[in-house]
């Protein structure tokens, strides 16, 4: 299906931006294929949609095509999943969970689509796609082929990979999953606010359901789980990553805390670099739960998540964005980095 001069605010949880030029529907992966193709030939601008999730959309919106995928596919053969890009991602686990499968029960209420998980590697409450996917399926705009890409292949790390760090090279038609059965265990708790709500010690599986059940809790605890009534939701989920430091720089971080007499999350992270807390760096500096005044205002639940109180443009909530990065700046000396991909903006 084509439209022209589209509405994409509808299509995205912040229900912000303008317009696309030019918006096609495709349902197959054929269909995926062909209006790829299609633009590529005419060189014409190529904006790939899922589920609309993880996108700040400027006021102006897309000069191009739009490719909304909305293909289908729920594949499973014993603990092996594939899933259609287009696949609702928070339907998918729990579908998993209904089949007493684990492997990305943590990852539960994400909004979302199936294809957008691999390419952020998204994940939460010690969980991501990332030990979990085997395969990446995708078109190759560049070879001009269809491309079967392994875990190792997809070059994963904190919110990252292969096809984040090349965003005009790679579709995503289909992700596969190895999962586990485990008897109805969830794997190994490994977020330690899950595990005390719980009542279990980090590194003890539960329950599967249980796990599902409580990451649920959490999520909507902190208005992240998709609700039209609820305006908290009417975000891209956590805004900013959390930083990781390098030693000099946690050194540099350490001292201002210090003056501060503030004790700040502190987690391992590779190459001997240490990450914390966005969402804790963004309250000390003074932008707590509901910052704001205006139309986009920080979530009344969660200091990560910025959020669209009705009737903000896209340009109201990069205001509120650059002012906390801004400011976290100055009061810790960490730049916070924008989680959701932009689209004709910056920050």
Request: charged content about 20%; overall charge negative; glycine content about 12%.
């Amino acid at each position: 299906m084509v439209e022209l001069d589209a509405p994409l605010a509808p299509l995205t949880t912040l229900r912000l931006g303008g317009p696309a030029r030019r918006l096609v529907t495709a349902t197959t992966d054929e269909d995926v294929i062909a209006a790829v193709r299609e633009a590529d030939a005419a060189g014409e601008p190529l904006l790939v949609l899922g589920g609309g999730s993880n996108l700040v959309i400027g006021d102006a919106g897309f000069a191009g095509t739009v490719l909304r995928i909305a293909t289908t596919g729920f594949l499973l053969d014993g603990t092996a999943l594939e899933l259609a890009a287009g696949e609702v991602w928070a339907d998918a686990v729990a579908r998993t969970v209904d089949h007493g499968l684990a492997g990305i029960e943590f990852l539960a209420g994400i909004p979302g689509s199936a294809g957008a998980t691999p390419v952020q590697n998204v994940g939460a409450y010690g969980q991501e796609v990332a030990q979990s996917v085997t395969e990446v399926v995708a078109y190759d705009r560049r070879a001009g082929e269809v491309v079967t890409l392994s875990n190792a292949e997809c070059a994963f790390s904190y919110r990252h990979s292969r096809f984040k760090a090349d965003p005009d090279r790679y579709v995503v038609l289909r992700v596969r999953f190895g999962l586990q059965d485990n008897g109805g265990l969830s794997a190994p708790v490994a977020y330690a606010e899950t595990a005390r709500h719980l009542g279990v010690e980090p590194g003890e599986p539960v329950a599967l359901r249980a796990a599902f059940e409580a990451v649920l809790r959490l999520r909507s605890g902190k208005g992240m789980v998709l609700d039209a009534a609820d305006h908290d939701t009417w975000s891209a989920g956590s805004f900013f990553t959390n930083p990781v430091l390098t030693a000099e720089q946690y050194a540099a971080f350490l001292a201002l805390v210090a003056g501060r007499e503030l004790t700040a999350p502190a987690y391992p992270a590779p190459d001997g670099c240490t990450k914390t807390s966005a969402a804790w760096l963004i309250d000390k500096a003074g932008f707590g739960k509901g910052y704001g005044s205006g139309p986009a205002t920080l979530s009344t639940k969660h200091t990560l998540a910025l959020t669209n109180r009705g009737a903000a443009t896209a340009e109201d909530l990069l205001a509120l964005a650059r002012e906390i990065r801004d400011g976290v700046r100055a009061a810790f000396g960490v730049e916070l980095v924008n989680e959701p991909v932009m689209v004709g903006v910056k920050l």
